[in-house]
């Protein structure tokens, strides 16, 4: 497996970190429900095609990377940092 | 036995080798396989489970009979494929899974069992007794089974593993392959061509294939040279093993397992992976044997490798050789053999259409012990006698579709080829040209590697080229009719299927009877293509067998999952340079050396190297600790810190990025201050604990534990990046950049005076004071926080004057009755202190547990404050306490807590130890541990057993901190 890192290029898998869904960028706000939390911190899906997930660029830059993916034909299908956002 | 005029081998160059001790003649060029064929011995091996007398069935890696040891002593490497291995001068080869000898198997008992050792026999016999299955019939069979032996020992071979990028990856270089690479060089691509072999050419070095009128290899040898001189990246002797997402793929290059003497430096094998934006597939095709009665005789090979021999080795693998086909390809083999001058004794071939001069019929048996003596031959003028020592067989073609299957994808069946072709668009970035796409003529494969490289190139956005294809003396297509031919197979008269794990007809259709009838079960029930050859020559045909005991057809049927690797990789080449020193990085204080100089044991800390003691004359490492402890607590104690993650915060917004990650708040710390806090994960629990020290109104340096800097400096990425990515901080890692020498003990301030030039005071420097001072003319930083309890003081440099710092505040603490302490004292001190490290904070304990839920504030919003109120982690939990022995025992970490008069089980278990060392200063055993609600119970007597060690003492519940509760050494 290989990423395209917006900053550094195409890398082997081995220089990535994988966090977990794109959820974690969501974080609920100070005092949010327990359910909120629940969600944020355990609850996720398991899909069967695109997912969009965040990876680390450990080994290379420092960049947290959100990447979409498909979990079937293991197809990426984009690289952004994750600071730039906006979704 | 040799044919004077053919052959590419080097007659001019003349090696002997052993197979058994025997000297054996060859030829430079030579395999094992055709050296051995050439005089005269067909017996290479025995089979896997009946310990049948084998011969060589192929002439390239598929091979699944031919398997022989070479090389002695831990050098040895088992399981080599005569028909892979390149002579040399001196090779040694021995015959493997027989004893005493080759000839005379002791094991080839088993064959007269073979009624009773059908599939699945260990399923249904050895059921009783119950026991007898370990200890008796497992270790038997165990032993009779199985292939080579490894040679015992760690392996002396040299192996090695590298990286590749490339444009375009061609697999093979046969003329599909030869052309695309050369269809892709010129356009300018970036381009690897992989083979097998030692030499480019694929099947035209094995055939009399003339192109644009010269011999076939003449025109491969050109076809390299000139690839060779326009830059392509040639890997002979380079096996394709695995494809890979994102256009990655494994090779496996065989380096010196044809050299006599191989230079010390040379690997024996090469593990490549390779980045390649597009492949083309061409690794041509694999014969497929005919399952028939008794087909699995030395001499009996198929079609396709007898050419092979002839053409490429010179090499007749008989004298007298009879040809058994359900395709036209056999009657080939027949051709080139009488225009060899070899004698064809019969052409077998049983479909209605058979060509004029055959005998349309079949081969029904075979006849001779250790080598092919004779067949017989059924026919419409009944059974009769052939004799022959060789027998070619071709049961049509299987395209190489292996690697376009490695990501999921299932081949597809070409009822017109009556074969399975790869699917298109199985791998990304990968095509299939020549034989491994179903094109079997050599004037389409060229065609094919031409167009499929153009392809992939306009995929590239390469320049367009025009190339031209050169013209190849026609074969006619082949035909391809059944594709096995069955005659009644009894335990006398075994048809096989898969040579090397001993797997039948009637094994198949046993499976099929059994209802194991998903061909994926009837691999496992029946073994088939469970070798090392993974069926390469016998899956196609055993589920032809399957989809006839089944009544399906072999669409309906299908295949088994083809995975990688292609050929066996050796885990020594996949795992290259991870032995010994190359297991894990090694990270080395700067005051490495002189540590070591002082005979100090330098214990692995994560990647970390740390001094554990610095023993003096007669000390073991408990004296040098306790030594080194009270030392501190005397008067003064040097030790290196420099291990500790150190993280520069600086921007507008460095303060409120610290108060997020912190439970604690930052944004209050004064300049020239430092402030232990705690930092949590999201979940609620602890993460890690450090000190963070405030240098300007912007700057920040953030000190983490030594286990959890990488840990930290990602969590504060993701902070930044991903939740405030609008926050103005910059962090940088600078654990690398700075050596820190901590100095402990009442005498610390006069040694630390000694060589900062500001005055260190307790005006100036207060406890959890800091500040940027000059260390011996070096611009360096002093922070006044302890580790310990003891006055102290961390003194930061640059990393280059780190070994020097310390070697010199160890000179100036000796001469105040101090010294250096490693890290058994620093863990003693801290444990009289009570002061957590990650023996503490393992990632399951929160801030209640260790006593620490007040540092959470309840001003702001923190990572893990909302998840730490959860009321499951508020409420009888494992509380953080202190332990002393009271019976003169010991405590050691990792024993469990129970009642005094308790039973020892599970269920009553009240907690565990997980720090323990000696007291100097009480003089006794003390401990860390966590306690079911253990801060109620102070005072309380418990008895730790330690299992594994097997050790008990009784101990008393204490606060954490043994010594100087209120803190008074470390603030005067």
């Known amino acids: 497996m290989r990423l395209t890192c917006p900053v550094c290029g195409d890398r082997d898998r081995r220089e990535f970190t994988y966090l977990g869904h794109e959820t974690y960028l969501h974080r609920p706000p100070a005092g949010a429900p327990a359910e909120a939390w629940d969600a944020y911190l355990h609850l996720r899906d398991n899909p069967a095609g695109l997912t969009r997930e965040l990876w680390h660029h450990g080994s290379g830059c420092g960049a947290w990377l959100l990447v979409e993916r498909d979990t079937v034909t293991h197809d990426i299908l984009s690289v952004r940092l994750a600071r730039e956002d906006t979704a | ?972």
């Not at chain 2, 004893?99 to 005379?104: M, N």
């Not at chain 2, 004799?387 to 395209?399: F, H, Q, R």
């Not at chain 2, 240098?695 to 840990?711: D, E, R």
């Open chain 2, 1 to 972: 036995m040799r044919i004077d005029d053919k052959g590419l081998i080097d007659r001019g160059r003349p090696l002997r080798f052993t197979f058994d001790g025997k000297p054996i003649q060859a030829f430079h060029g030579d395999t094992v396989a055709s050296a051995l064929l050439a005089n005269g011995i067909r017996l290479m091996g025995r089979s896997f489970k009946y310990h049948r007398p084998r011969g060589p069935l192929t002439a390239d890696s598929a091979e699944p009979n031919a398997l022989v040891t070479v090389h002695r002593g831990p050098r040895a490497i088992p399981n080599t494929r005569a028909t892979v291995q390149e002579v040399f001068d001196g090779l040694t080869v021995r015959s493997q899974n027989a004893w005493p000898s080759l000839r005379y198997d002791v094991m080839q008992a088993n064959d007269l069992l073979a009624p009773f050792l059908g599939a699945g026999f260990y399923y249904k016999t050895f059921m009783w007794p119950k026991a007898a299955w370990e200890k008796l019939y497992e270790p038997v069979i165990r032993r009779a089974a199985g292939l080579g032996a490894l040679p015992g020992g760690a392996d002396p071979w040299q192996q090695e593993k590298a990286f590749a990028q490339c444009d375009v990856l061609v697999v093979g270089g046969g003329p599909a392959g030869l052309m695309a690479a050369c269809t892709a060089v010129e356009a300018g691509a970036d381009v690897i061509l992989a083979d097998e072999s030692d030499r480019l050419g694929g099947r035209l070095l094995t055939e009399d294939t003339q192109i644009d009128g010269h011999a076939g290899y003449a025109w491969a040898e050109a076809m390299a040279a000139e690839l060779q001189a326009k830059g392509v990246r040639i890997l002979t002797r380079t096996t394709v093993t695995g494809a890979y997402d994102g256009g990655t793929y494994g090779a496996l290059e065989r380096v010196s397992h044809h050299v006599a003497d191989p230079h010390p430096d040379l690997p024996r094998d090469c593990f490549w992976r390779i980045a390649a934006r597009r492949c083309v597939l061409a690794a041509g095709a694999l014969e497929r044997p005919i399952a028939f009665p008794m087909n699995d005789r030395p001499g009996v090979m198929l079609a396709s490798a007898v050419r092979a021999y002839l053409h490429r080795w010179g090499v007749a693998p008989g004298q007298r050789i009879a040809v058994f086909t359900t395709c036209d390809d056999g009657h080939r083999t027949a051709t080139d053999l009488s225009a060899a001058g070899v004698e064809v004794a019969a052409v077998i071939d049983p479909r209605a259409d058979a060509p004029p001069g055959a005998i349309r019929g079949e081969v029904v048996s075979t006849q001779g012990r250790l080598g092919l003596t004779g067949i017989t031959i059924r026919s419409d003028g009944g059974l009769r006698q052939v004799a022959c020592d060789a027998l070619a067989v071709s049961g049509g073609w299987n395209p190489t579709v292996h690697l376009t299957c490695h990501m999921g994808a299932r081949p597809t069946w070409d009822a017109t080829l009556a074969t399975f072709v790869p699917t298109a668009d199985a791998v990304p970035g990968m095509s299939v040209a020549g034989a491994a796409a179903g094109v079997f003529t050599t004037s389409g494969a060229l065609e094919t590697g031409r167009d499929i490289a153009k392809a992939a190139l306009a995929a590239l956005g390469g320049r367009r080229v025009r190339i031209h294809i050169p013209t190849a003396d026609e074969t006619p297509p082949r035909q391809i009719a059944p594709l096995a031919v069955e005659a009644p197979d009894t335990a006398r008269h075994r048809a096989w299927l898969d040579f090397q794990n001993d797997v039948t007809v009637k094994d198949v259709r046993q499976a099929a009877k059994e209802n194991f009838i998903s061909v994926e079960h009837m691999k496992r029930y029946t073994t088939q293509g469970m070798a090392t050859d993974q069926g390469k020559n016998s899956n196609v045909g055993a589920l032809a067998v399957l989809a006839d005991a089944t009544g399906r057809g072999i669409h309906q049927t299908g295949v088994t999952t083809f995975r990688p690797p292609f050929v066996p990789v050796p885990i020594g080449a996949m795992g290259a340079g991870g032995t010994g020193a190359g297991f894990a990085p090694e990270r080395r204080i700067t005051a490495d050396q002189p540590m070591r100089d002082r005979g100090a044991p330098m214990i692995e800390t994560g990647l970390w190297y740390r001094p554990g003691w610095f023993p003096k004359a007669g000390e073991d490492w408990l004296a040098a600790c306790t030594r080194e402890a009270a030392m501190v607590r005397r008067s003064v104690g040097v030790a290196d810190v420099s291990t500790l993650g150190k993280i520069d915060i600086q921007g507008p917004d460095a303060a409120k990025l610290l108060d997020f990650v912190y439970t604690n708040t930052f944004s209050t710390l004064r300049e020239g201050r430092v402030r232990y806090g705690l930092m949590l994960r999201e979940d609620g629990h602890v993460m890690d604990d450090g000190t963070t020290a405030r240098l300007g109104p912007k700057h920040y340096v953030m000190t983490t534990t030594t286990a959890a800097a990488g840990q930290v400096m990602t969590h504060l990425e993701f902070v930044t990046q991903c939740l405030h990515p609008e926050w103005d901080v910059a962090i940088l890692s600078t654990t690398e950049a700075w050596a820190q020498v901590s100095v402990a003990g009442p005498k610390a301030r006069d040694l630390v005076q000694s060589v900062v030039a500001e005055p260190v005071t307790a005006e100036t420097f207060p406890f959890m004071a800091c500040g940027t001072v000059t260390i011996l003319g070096v611009p360096g930083r002093l922070f006044r926080i302890s580790f310990s309890g003891e006055h102290a003081y961390e003194v930061a440099v640059p990393s280059r004057y780190g070994a020097a710092l310390w070697q010199d505040l160890v000179a100036r603490a000796e001469d105040m009755d101090g010294g250096p302490y490693g890290m058994e004292a620093l863990n003693v001190l801290r444990i009289e202190k009570g002061f957590v490290t990650h023996a503490e904070i393992t990632g399951r304990v929160t801030a209640f547990d260790i006593g620490m839920d007040r540092m959470i504030s309840a001003k702001k919003d923190c990572i893990g404050k909302d998840a730490s109120r959860r009321p499951a982690l508020l409420t009888d939990r494992e509380e953080m306490v202190g332990l002393r022995a009271t019976d003169g025992g010991s405590l050691t970490a990792g024993a469990h807590l129970f009642g005094l008069t308790t039973p020892l089980r599970p269920e009553s278990d009240q907690g565990y130890v997980t720090s323990a060392c000696h007291s100097p200063t009480l003089g006794r055993s003390i401990g860390l541990g966590f306690l079911r609600n253990g801060r109620a119970r102070l005072g309380e007597r418990l008895r730790m057993v330690d299992h594994l060690r097997d050790q008990r003492c009784e101990v008393e519940v204490t606060a954490p901190v043994h010594v100087d509760p209120d803190g008074g050494r470390a603030r005067d």
